[in-house]
């Protein structure tokens, strides 16, 4: 069963571990429990996005695999796709990565509720109950999977009563075809709602040092009910990394779509980067590690997912695991970065005209 996982691993290091290396891949990943139901995962996970582009060139499958396998080996087992990745073909790489690991070892995440609309592309939500169910099975078939470990509504269906999605879900759960429920950008109601049909094991919202809309309403709410709190893009989409900054986004890329990195804005946010770099230095760090380790000190329910699609830059994000800071730290921290001054709103352009973009506007029919 390790053969494949170990050969994928072993192709980005040297063949005979130098001694820091063997030091490097014993220091373990934290694990964390997602909801009160027994959801139990790394306390970093790896969101899956870029491996077939999105913010970069896409990965073949090999070179896919091997972050994964990376991932794995240094203690990374929770990892997070959708069917709107690719779309499906991300599912399909993952898949083929898993077949190479422990399955019991590991804790796979995917989501369904996007879906295209139209011939010309346009994007669309639904969470009808017999959609929900061939999502489900749909998305088993790509993994090669007998089960989902966590399954999320993507984004909210405002058409349609969150107590007919939920109760789709809990069937498959009674069916052992999924595990652990979550909800992606969904309001407070909404969550509340939900969690009152089956327990909601995790609520996944973007989160980061220019991305903390949720502070006031949703985390409070989630450790009140008892559901983790998965953070996506916590490095900003790179951009705490220098993306936009240090280096041109690619032109490939989708990023030029959201309204902070357009030039105008990125003029205005390179001010945030170098605040961040300056604080970094002082904490040892780099600037992406201290954007990443100010999440994963947000508490004990909150997992971070970065994504990326190089064997140093998940180095990197698994080594901010070692950041440490105060609590006056963290603080001063978001003291000097913040929100307030971020240029550019959070959405993709393609979703701003849309009810369902954001958590803020995700309330659904009363059943």
């Not at 290091?13 to 139901?37: C, H, I, M, N, Y």
Request: net charge neutral; with cysteine; proline share 5%.
């Amino acid at each position: 069963m390790y053969a494949g996982y170990i050969q994928g691993v072993t192709s980005n290091l040297a063949l005979s571990p130098s001694l820091e290396d063997e030091q490097r891949l014993s220091v373990g990943v934290p694990r964390a429990k997602l909801g009160t139901q027994g959801l139990e995962v790394s306390k970093q996970g790896l969101g899956c996005l870029g491996l077939t582009g999105a913010y970069n060139l896409p990965l073949d499958d090999d070179a896919g695999a091997a972050v994964v396998a990376h991932a794995f080996r240094r203690g990374v087992t929770f990892f997070d796709t959708s069917d709107y990745y690719g779309p499906l073909s991300n599912e399909i790489l993952l898949g083929k990565a898993l077949k190479q690991l422990p399955r019991e070892q590991v804790q796979l995440a995917t989501k369904f509720g996007l879906r295209r609309e139209d011939a010309g592309g346009a994007w669309g939500v639904c969470g009808r109950p017999e959609y929900v169910r061939a999502c489900c099975e749909a998305s088993l078939r790509r993994l090669g999977l007998d089960y989902i470990d966590l399954y999320y509504q993507h984004r909210v269906d405002t058409t349609v009563p969150i107590e007919d999605t939920v109760g789709e879900l809990k069937k498959l759960v009674e069916e052992g075809k999924i595990r652990y429920i979550g909800l992606s950008e969904a309001s407070p109601d909404t969550i509340r709602r939900a969690h009152a049909v089956h327990p909601i094991s995790a609520v996944q919202m973007e989160w980061s040092l220019w991305s903390r809309d949720i502070e006031p309403e949703i985390v409070p709410l989630c450790r009140e009910l008892g559901i983790g709190i998965v953070a996506y893009s916590p490095i900003g989409r790179g951009f705490f990394g220098g993306r936009g900054v240090k280096e041109e986004v690619p032109a490939v890329s989708n990023l030029l779509g959201y309204p902070r990195f357009l030039a105008e804005n990125l003029e205005k946010n390179k001010q945030i980067f170098l605040k961040t770099e300056s604080l970094a230095k002082k904490h040892q760090c780099s600037s992406a590690q201290l954007a990443l380790a100010w999440v994963l000190h947000q508490g004990d329910d909150v997992v971070p997912i970065p994504g990326t699609t190089k064997i140093k830059n998940l180095e990197a994000n698994i080594d901010a695991l070692k950041v440490k800071f105060t609590g006056e730290e963290l603080k001063g921290i978001a003291s000097q970065i913040r929100q307030e001054d971020v240029a550019g709103d959070r959405p993709h352009t393609s979703f701003t005209h849309t009810t369902w973009s954001t958590w803020k506007y995700a309330d659904t029919p009363r059943k």
